[in-house]
């Protein structure tokens, strides 16, 4: 039987790659999202708050992809509901439907304040939270963990970096995902053995990235992008980045680490 997969957010950035790379003979994917979109694929038009709508899309699914939420900064209201409220909403339908795994998209801003070391950063590193944004993304985490040993449900909580085309600030260069390794790395999380609870980076093989690959090797990510085919035109555009000092390329958050508190951004 092909493995069916259910995607919250799939009209979002990494919806649509997933939606282009996941597919295959063995997968078939489910799209939910709040806002109306085009695709081949079964698709579900509403509120991750209209759980009636949620439970008929679970039903039957091997594995969650749960990307829906608010993606920059905002006010507390915003992100409680959006990110933290609404990941409960999905993880308790997941267990009522019985549904065994789910990849919930966290992101590097819960690891903001980490900075730049001699030694790659292990995808387990604590929550340092950079925003309010930073700390919904770490009660996510800690919301997948406790699903995941309270009911035994498998859950890999992806601290994805920066998935754009191509990387175009210093500060990316460090934390890039390519749309391709996008791809492999979710593949890899669906099709890991038993994979547990798990947290791993979302970012491609970076000559210049500090963050540990490890995490995504053992579950079978092996990522093939690396944004150094693109350092020559950042730097001519920006500069070398001074690593040791300049706190944009140092902490993982970068300039979200000195944004205003709960204003967009």
Not at 92 to 111: C, F, I, K, T, Y
Not at 137 to 161: D, F, P, Q, T, W
Not at 173 to 196: E, I, N
């Amino acid at each position: 039987m092909p493995q069916t997969v259910v995607i919250t957010g799939a009209a979002g950035i990494i919806g649509t790659i997933l939606r282009a790379q996941l597919p295959s003979a063995d997968r078939r994917l489910r799209l939910h999202d709040v806002k109306p979109f085009t695709d081949t694929a079964p698709t579900w038009i509403a509120p991750l708050s209209d759980t009636a709508v949620l439970d008929e899309a679970l039903q039957g699914a091997d594995a969650v992809i749960h990307l829906a939420g608010q993606s920059r900064e905002s006010d507390i209201r915003d992100v409680l509901e959006n990110n933290a409220y609404g990941t409960y909403r999905v993880l308790e339908a997941v267990r009522q439907a019985g549904v065994p795994r789910v990849v919930l998209a966290s992101s590097n801003h819960a690891a903001g304040f980490h900075t730049r070391g001699d030694e790659p950063l292990q995808a387990d590193a604590p929550v340092r939270p950079d925003t309010l944004y930073g700390w919904s993304k770490a009660a996510v985490e800690a919301m997948g963990r406790l699903y995941s040993e309270r009911y035994g449900l498998s859950v890999i909580c992806l601290r994805i970096g920066i998935c754009v085309p191509a990387p175009v600030t210093p500060r990316q260069l460090g934390l890039w995902l390519s749309p391709a390794d996008c791809g492999r790395l979710f593949d890899a999380c669906l099709t890991a053995d038993a994979p547990g609870y798990r947290t791993i980076w979302g970012v491609s093989a970076n000559t210049r990235g500090f963050l540990s690959l490890a995490a995504g090797q053992a579950v079978g990510y092996q990522p093939r992008d690396d944004s150094e085919a693109y350092a020559a035109g950042v730097i001519a555009a920006h500069g070398e980045p001074d690593y040791a000092h300049d706190p944009v390329v140092r902490r993982i958050g970068g300039e979200w680490c000195d944004v205003p508190l709960g204003e967009p951004y």
